[in-house]
């Protein structure tokens, strides 16, 4: 579900994916990490993100959703 350009850029956030317990600011914090290791921002930085971890662009706040997600692959 992931574009072939986004490929890299969501691999390279996948490394900074906070450990678990995922809680509802590891979706704040993890995207602020990401932000600052590249030059993406807005949609940009979010839309590869959720597709790559539920593969839709639309749904519930990632924030919320991200601690129930079970397993986050390394890789994509």
Known sequence: MVDDLDRDYVNQA???MPS???NEQSWGNWTNDIKLTSSRK???LFLPLR???TGKE???D???LLPLLQK????I
């Open 14 to 16: 996948l490394l900074l």
């Open 20 to 22: 678990a317990p995922l």
């Open 42 to 44: 807005g949609k940009q």
């Open 51 to 53: 597709k790559a971890l």
């Open 58 to 60: 639309k749904g519930p």
């Open 62 to 64: 990632m924030s919320r």
């Open 72 to 75: 986050i692959p390394k890789q």
